[in-house]
């Protein structure tokens, strides 16, 4: 049985920085791409960035060179660190698990509770 656990988010003024993290169960991580999610208030799920299981990284524009994202196939987990947040940023940050071939993501569908992030101005 899959099982994705984020934690880290929290409340922090813009500019602060968050570390997210989420360990994986039930998966074959090393071999899996990870991707991270986010869902603010009233809008659509949106894809934040991904790792491939070599590491490769890719992220939306949005937080392209604020963001990234690494991995620790030991611990079998993902991490998001977020640097220079501001409100556009607050949302529930979601990972998934999924697979990376010619710069698609396609990701399963599984998901965790989420981690709440939220950047006071």
């Known amino acids: 049985q899959v099982q994705l656990v984020e934690s880290g988010g929290g409340l922090v003024q813009a500019g602060g920085s968050l570390r997210l993290s989420c360990v994986a169960s039930?998966?074959?991580?090393?071999?899996?791409?990870m991707g991270w999610y986010r869902q603010a208030s009233g809008k659509q799920r949106e894809l934040v960035g991904v790792i491939s299981s070599r590491g490769t990284t890719v992220y939306a524009d949005s937080v392209k060179g604020r963001f990234t994202i690494s991995r620790d196939n030991a611990e079998n987990t993902v991490y998001l660190q977020m640097n220079d947040l501001n409100p556009e940023d607050t949302a529930v940050y979601y990972c998934?698990?999924?697979?990376?071939?010619?710069?698609?993501?396609?990701?399963?569908?599984?998901w965790g509770q989420g981690t709440q992030v939220t950047v006071s101005s």
């Open positions: 039930g998966i074959s991580f090393s071999i899996k791409a």
């Open positions: 998934n698990v999924g697979s990376y071939y010619s710069g698609i993501y396609s990701g399963l569908d599984y």
